[in-house]
């Protein structure tokens, strides 16, 4: 089954959102309107919450958790993102807190207690460590990951065309799937 309850936590989908088959969704999960996960995603809120908001594509492969509370990590690390936000193919994001408008680049790994503000481009392949904050406006590369440019204004277009670009394909998707 694609979305699964555990522990009698079932994850709460918003409107239009799409879940491709192959995916998986289980736990303590929260998807705003206009969500898309794509093919061979893992989310799994099992030992804490994942909140995703409105209008974030989580493309092919990426897998999303949390850190769990314990004695180590008191409170543990939920997995929050915010609006607009495209997750690229096979990212990690794991217990870190993602802002509005961000672009996670394919294979990029986001660690426990990242913060990470509105309006930042990781580049594919960045490793952002743990506790690190991504300031608002830049561009992140490397690993670990640092600062290595301020954002260009069409970069900065860029976040709401990509995210609308991907909510009417997964529209394109839903409508395809009442079909068949």
Not at 4 to 21: H, M, N, T
Request: aromatic residues 6%; proline residues 4%.
């Amino acid at each position: 089954m694609t979305i699964r309850s555990y522990q009698g936590s079932a994850p709460k989908l918003g409107e239009r959102v799409f879940i491709d088959p192959t995916a998986v969704v289980l736990g303590d999960v929260e998807l705003g309107d206009d969500v898309s996960v794509w093919p061979m995603v893992v989310i799994r809120g099992d030992m804490h919450r994942i909140r995703i908001g409105r209008g974030t594509s989580v493309q092919d492969g990426s897998v999303l958790h949390i850190t769990h509370a314990s004695d180590f990590n008191p409170g543990g690390y939920p997995l929050i993102i915010g609006e607009e936000v495209t997750i690229g193919h096979k990212a990690v994001l794991h217990g870190c807190t993602l802002g509005n408008r961000i672009l996670v680049g394919m294979g990029a790994i986001v660690m426990d207690g990242v913060t990470v503000e509105d309006e930042v481009i990781i580049a594919a392949g960045a490793l952002v460590t743990p506790g690190k904050t991504l300031k608002s406006g830049y561009m992140y590369a490397g690993s670990p990951a640092r600062q290595v440019r301020a954002l260009s204004e069409k970069e900065q277009r860029f976040f709401s065309y990509t995210a609308g670009n991907y909510m009417r394909l997964k529209d394109k998707h839903l409508a395809e799937a009442w079909e068949a």
